[in-house]
């Protein structure tokens, strides 16, 4: 591929996460049993008329401005005239020529900067599924809001997608609008992707992939597809515009049909929706509701002094950043607190043992911690004691050192004397070390923090050894 470079661009759609759908008032529920959220609106039966909901529009007008977007003072809806199983009206209602916001430009880590060229609102259309006896569709999708977010060609790797991808969704869950649930199919992506020889400025034709709800799928898709079209071109072919499928378990993207232009799908003004004005005093509104974003946690991090790595595991999070924050509040070290985060309570997260978001002990606790630590109140290895009996049963970490028989052992003699026992009961070690074999003293130490129960700090049970072996 050094002969060619890539150009991509990318059609994020996100389910919203309003009560109820786009132009009806059917719940907006996941999970439900097939066919129960729907009405002769959302299925398009003669003489229903839509109604928009509010609460989607805000939204778009929130997700509009989070992208540096300018907001319409006037939008409509269109009609999207197709024909497909999972299409109950034979149309969708979109929008084509004046979408919610425009002009828009988003910060991607690593990757600089990608144009946003409209956020637009849409209903969503029902789920086909195939199963053994044929295909069956499930309506209860149909007309929940969608919010579309266009890019402009600005992506040159697949890895620049994904991450472009990554941080539409983070921004989505900071916004509060979607749960943005990927394995429920509630953000998806459309990739369009042509190559071109590297230094010329020329488009060449494009190939949409279809429909795909993993960051993985994303980029492996678009690393087979980039490939695929430069063998066309080094082979003297062509490249047809049309779109195609991912197909993961063969690794390959497949035809599915000849690219769609705007005409083919005969847009018009959706007749049963006026145009509806947007209020600017509203839009401020929103816009001061705005929380912190992203790219703005990431900034505040990194001027923290915390290292990239635990900045974008913190950033990424609305819980670990609101934990991060609190705990910074009640006095902890945001270096430390950092370590922690991502550290112990991150591997504890992994294992489903907490959660950011319903944290088992206050965000203050994890700083009454790394202030016994700091204070010699508290061993290293007693600390992680104390925050997995935190994670797992909440509480304060004076309770837990009570509870768990952590409080430093601050007699020497009582310390030497379990030095001595250790000594005692492992001779091998003991003459490996007066042997001068020093790798053994890391297993003595561990053999004293065993017996003490993390009481001791390691570099006293060391010293205390060396004394003992005359050292």
Not at 206 to 220: A, D, G, W
């Amino acid at each position: 591929m050094s002969d060619f470079a890539t150009v991509i661009g990318l059609e994020v759609h996100i389910e919203l996460q309003t009560a109820s759908k786009m132009f009806c008032s059917c719940p907006n529920h996941f999970g439900d049993p097939p066919n129960t959220n729907i009405c002769p609106v959302c299925l398009g039966l003669p003489g229903a008329l839509p109604r928009p909901n509010a609460a989607g529009v805000d939204a778009a007008i929130r997700m509009a401005l989070a992208l540096g977007c300018k907001v319409a003072d006037r939008s409509k809806f269109d009609r999207k005239n197709y024909f497909y199983p999972d299409l109950p009206k034979g149309y969708q209602i979109s929008q084509l020529d004046e979408p919610i916001g425009s002009d828009g430009l988003v910060e991607v880590p690593g990757g600089g900067s990608v144009r946003i060229v409209r956020v637009q609102l849409e209903e969503d259309a029902g789920k086909l599924q195939h199963e053994a006896q044929g295909a069956v569709v499930d309506f209860n999708r149909a007309g929940v809001p969608l919010l579309e977010i266009v890019s402009a060609p600005d992506l040159r790797s697949p890895q620049e997608a994904r991450a472009y991808w990554e941080e539409i969704r983070r921004i989505a869950l900071a916004l509060g609008i979607s749960d943005a649930r990927m394995e429920e199919g509630s953000v998806r992506a459309d990739a369009n992707i042509s190559i071109r020889p590297v230094g010329s400025e020329e488009l060449n034709p494009r190939v949409e992939i279809k429909n795909m709800n993993s960051f993985r799928f994303l980029e492996r898709a678009l690393v087979y597809e980039a490939g695929r079209q430069a063998e066309i071109y080094r082979q003297g072919g062509r490249v047809g515009q049309e779109t195609r499928g991912w197909d993961d378990p063969r690794g390959v993207t497949f035809s599915q049909r000849s690219k769609e232009e705007a005409e083919d799908y005969r847009y018009f003004p959706e007749p049963d929706l006026l145009p509806f004005a947007i209020d600017r005093q509203h839009v401020e509104e929103l816009r001061s509701s705005l929380p912190e974003l992203p790219s703005g946690r990431r900034r505040r991090l990194l001027w923290l002094g915390l290292p990239e790595e635990q900045v974008r595991l913190i950033a990424e999070s609305r819980g670990r950043t609101s934990f991060f924050d609190a705990a910074m509040t009640a006095g902890g070290e945001a270096t430390e607190l950092g370590k922690w985060i991502c550290g112990d309570l991150g591997r504890l997260e992994n294992d489903g043992r907490f959660d950011f978001e319903e944290p088992a002990f206050a965000p203050e606790e994890l700083a009454a911690l790394l202030k016994s630590l700091a204070e010699g109140d508290l061993t290293g290895p007693g600390a992680k004691q104390v925050i997995q009996r935190l994670a797992q049963d909440g509480g304060t970490v004076r309770a837990a050192i009570a509870e768990l028989g952590l409080g430093k052992m601050d007699d020497l003699e009582a310390v030497r004397a379990e030095v001595r026992q250790v000594l005692e009961e492992q001779p091998k070690a003991l003459a490996d070390l007066r042997a001068g074999k020093q790798q053994v003293m890391g297993f003595l130490v561990g053999q004293v923090m065993r017996r003490t129960r993390g009481r001791v700090a390691p570099d006293v049970a060391s010293r205390l050894i060396a004394e003992e072996v005359g050292q």
